[in-house]
């Protein structure tokens, strides 16, 4: 008779975060894109395989680029200029008054930190903003003004890595949110498709004029439900 231990299938070993998790875990998740990439993960991602280096990211400051260079044992380079400076952490301030609620600097925010709907005043929620600028640019009114909110302190002085956490915890989730918004419009849209190729094959066609117009139609609603399935499968294959 076999042992209980002999009859389990054998424990799998905890997988060890890459360097791109590493490097992803030491960065402020402000998502403000002011390193070049569109977020805090691909940034991680060109640093691990050489394309970018570890300067690159203002909020962070020269402190994040120490702390880079320690774990990727590399010299201690200053901030690269062309990506910003290092500064006091900024926050985000929508004067209501002004605001005529179009939902840009909502739909601009990586993070989720600012309420409101269409057409109604919006406003943003302090504890949540992380200042990367990305609602300024699109308010179409200019009602928008980043204050300071950290005083002298800047780089990881002005941020926590709690903050960070909860920012890049706030980011996966705005990431997830869009790509399930999306899927359900184009599943809404799919369907509409359907529906509408059932209508267009159960409509008489009598003559050759009306059945080739007929056939054209079904041609090109065939050829929109093919295009949304392509899309589909390579949605799932590649989700970034």
């Given at each position: 008779?076999?042992?209980?231990?002999?009859?389990?299938?054998?424990?799998?070993?905890?997988?060890?975060?890459?360097?791109?998790?590493?490097?992803?875990?030491?960065?402020?998740q402000?998502?403000?894109?002011?390193?070049?990439?569109?977020?805090?993960?691909?940034?991680?991602?060109?640093?691990?395989?050489?394309?970018?280096?570890?300067?690159?990211?203002?909020?962070?400051?020269?402190?994040?680029?120490?702390?880079?260079?320690?774990?990727?044992?590399?010299?201690?380079?200053?901030?690269?200029?062309?990506?910003?400076?290092?500064?006091p952490?900024?926050?985000?301030?929508?004067?209501?008054?002004?605001?005529?609620?179009?939902t840009?600097?909502?739909?601009?925010?990586?993070?989720?930190?600012?309420?409101?709907?269409?057409?109604?005043?919006?406003?943003?929620?302090?504890?949540?903003?992380?200042?990367?600028?990305?609602?300024?640019?699109?308010?179409?009114?200019?009602?928008?003004?980043?204050?300071?909110?950290?005083?002298?302190?800047?780089?990881?002085?002005?941020?926590?890595?709690?903050?960070?956490?909860?920012?890049?915890?706030?980011?996966?989730?705005?990431?997830?949110?869009?790509?399930r918004?999306?899927?359900?419009?184009?599943?809404?849209?799919?369907?509409?498709?359907?529906?509408?190729?059932?209508?267009?094959?159960?409509?008489?066609a009598?003559?050759?004029?009306?059945?080739?117009?007929?056939?054209?139609?079904?041609?090109?609603?065939?050829?929109?439900?093919?295009?949304?399935?392509?899309?589909?499968?390579?949605?799932?294959?590649?989700?970034?």
């Amino acid at each position: 008779m076999l042992s209980s231990s002999s009859s389990l299938p054998p424990v799998p070993a905890p997988s060890s975060p890459s360097l791109a998790d590493r490097i992803e875990a030491l960065l402020p998740q402000t998502q403000c894109t002011k390193c070049g990439y569109p977020a805090c993960r691909p940034y991680a991602e060109a640093i691990a395989d050489g394309s970018a280096s570890y300067n690159q990211c203002p909020p962070g400051g020269q402190q994040g680029v120490a702390r880079l260079a320690q774990l990727l044992g590399q010299p201690l380079i200053p901030l690269n200029p062309s990506n910003g400076v290092e500064r006091p952490r900024p926050l985000a301030v929508i004067d209501e008054a002004a605001c005529i609620g179009c939902t840009l600097c909502i739909q601009a925010c990586p993070v989720d930190a600012i309420a409101g709907a269409a057409k109604q005043m919006h406003t943003v929620i302090a504890e949540q903003c992380t200042g990367c600028d990305l609602c300024v640019a699109p308010c179409p009114v200019d009602c928008i003004t980043m204050v300071d909110a950290t005083g002298t302190q800047t780089g990881w002085d002005a941020w926590t890595q709690a903050q960070a956490d909860a920012a890049r915890a706030r980011h996966d989730f705005h990431v997830f949110r869009l790509r399930r918004e999306k899927q359900e419009n184009d599943d809404r849209l799919a369907a509409k498709a359907a529906e509408k190729l059932k209508a267009v094959a159960a409509e008489a066609a009598a003559t050759p004029e009306q059945q080739a117009e007929q056939q054209r139609k079904k041609a090109i609603i065939q050829a929109a439900i093919e295009r949304a399935r392509l899309k589909k499968e390579q949605a799932a294959k590649d989700p970034q």
